[in-house]
């Protein structure tokens, strides 16, 4: 009976010695990359591969082009072009994380393998889901469970790779990816009272499940511990910010208080939420320029002044270079410099201050701001065009939360004929 077929070379974390190791017929070879260098680590594979393995680029039979070149030629075409490009090469992290996964399962296989059970045996082994043929193919369960729309999304990267290829290569054939049905996104959004209490768990309060009221100790409200307090303080603008301009987390994090060509920008002058760069390219997720809404303008006013102050302390301490300033509305308090990434753990003990679950997202302030604009009766077109979406989009989302909806259709039974 002839052996299983060994697997190509792959990278994998080693938490104990918190690098990115090749792993390559039970060998392993460290990378000298750190978590975070996921560029860095996928280069090191690249080139051990280009060093061991004869590729298979450029063939147009399925069954002899593997699914792992496939891969990294996707990869590679889809390098931003300028080192600068920082929110390009941030994508591009998340991308290696999927591809690496996509190899981890399908890297050992040829193009021609890619049917329809076995897009099923990965959403298994994704999900964690026992799969009879994954056993007996000898795969490892996966360690860190994820859901089948995440498997969905990768599958999406397979099928990209594997027509990016095409384009320019022209297979025999082009298997087709089959993916996970696709389910209704989350619209979990926040009432006034869930947003005061997120808010407020975000400046230290803590919410009293059991009275429906903030606790109290010895007649005063209870508040957490000034560290923990200052290390909310960022979660409490990006709340403030997200409630009142419903712009998307990646946005919120990237804007800037003065006028620039490569990220969002607040016009305090003429009060317009510049969502996007001029030389920013043009994506899907719509960033058009909004007005600033009333209840916004204050905060912004008052942090920018704060932030001028707190620039001036910076440089007095050494921590900032002379005639450096704070660009971020959104940003560490010790330094002044941005966050490095998305709100996570600040986020998970605000939810439990406030008394939230965790279907409180952060993109759910965006469904918040859109919910409130519809429950006050504002105008469809205006509002569309304020949060960055087609009116379809907008009706099919949020129209039900309109005072307008379907009144007519409601009431043509009501008068007599």
């Not at 080693?14 to 392993?28: A, M, N, P, S």
């Not at 009432?191 to 010895?218: F, H, I, M």
């Not at 560490?332 to 003990?349: F, H, Q, T, V």
């Amino acid at each position: 009976m002839p052996g299983r077929k060994a697997k190509p070379p792959r990278l994998w974390f080693r938490e104990d010695d918190e690098t990115w190791i090749i792993l390559d017929r039970g060998r392993q070879i460290r990378t000298g990359c750190s978590r975070d260098d996921i560029d860095g680590a996928a280069k090191a594979l690249e080139t051990y591969i280009g060093e061991r393995h004869t590729s298979t680029v450029g063939a147009t039979d399925p069954s002899a082009l593997a699914i792992a070149d496939v891969l990294t030629a996707y990869e590679i075409a889809k390098r931003p072009k300028e080192k600068s490009d920082q929110r390009g090469w941030a994508q591009h992290d998340l991308l290696l994380i999927r591809l690496l996964d996509l190899n981890n399962f399908f890297g050992d296989k040829t193009v021609s393998a890619i049917k329809a059970q076995l897009c099923r045996d990965f959403v298994d082994w994704s999900t964690g889901t026992p799969n009879d043929n994954n056993k007996a193919a000898g795969i490892a369960p996966r360690e860190s469970k994820v859901s089948d729309q995440t498997a969905r999304r990768r599958l999406e990267d397979l099928r990209a790779a594997v027509n990016a290829y095409h384009a320019e290569h022209t297979l025999s054939f082009v298997p087709r990816v089959t993916l996970p049905t696709t389910t209704e996104g989350r619209q979990r959004w926040l009432t006034r009272n869930e947003a005061a209490r997120l808010l407020g768990a975000a400046l230290g309060y803590v919410w009293d499940g059991e009275k429906k009221t903030w606790k109290r100790a010895n007649g005063r409200l209870v508040r957490r511990e000034r560290w923990i307090i200052n290390r909310r303080r960022p979660a409490a603008r990006f709340i403030l910010v997200g409630l009142y301009s419903a712009r998307r987390e990646e946005t919120i994090r990237r804007t800037q208080w003065l006028a620039t060509t490569t990220h969002p920008w607040m016009n305090l002058d003429t009060m317009i939420y510049q969502g996007r760069g001029t030389e920013e390219r043009k994506t899907k997720k719509r960033r058009p320029p909004a007005k600033i809404a009333n209840r916004l303008r204050p905060h912004l006013v008052r942090w920018r002044k704060i932030d001028a102050h707190r620039s001036a302390e910076l440089r007095a301490a050494g921590i900032m270079k002379t005639g450096e300033e704070i660009r971020f509305v959104v940003t560490r308090m010790n330094d002044g410099r941005p966050l490095a990434g998305k709100i996570r753990s600040a986020w998970e003990g605000i939810l439990e201050d406030a008394g939230l679950g965790e279907d409180v997202v952060r993109h759910s302030l965006r469904h918040t701001a859109a919910t409130w604009l519809m429950q006050q009766g504002t105008d469809r077109w205006q509002a569309a065009g304020w949060l960055g979406m087609t009116l379809e989009q907008l009706e099919n989302g949020y129209g039900h939360h309109h005072p307008d909806f379907q009144e007519e259709a409601a009431e043509a039974f009501g008068g007599r004929r």
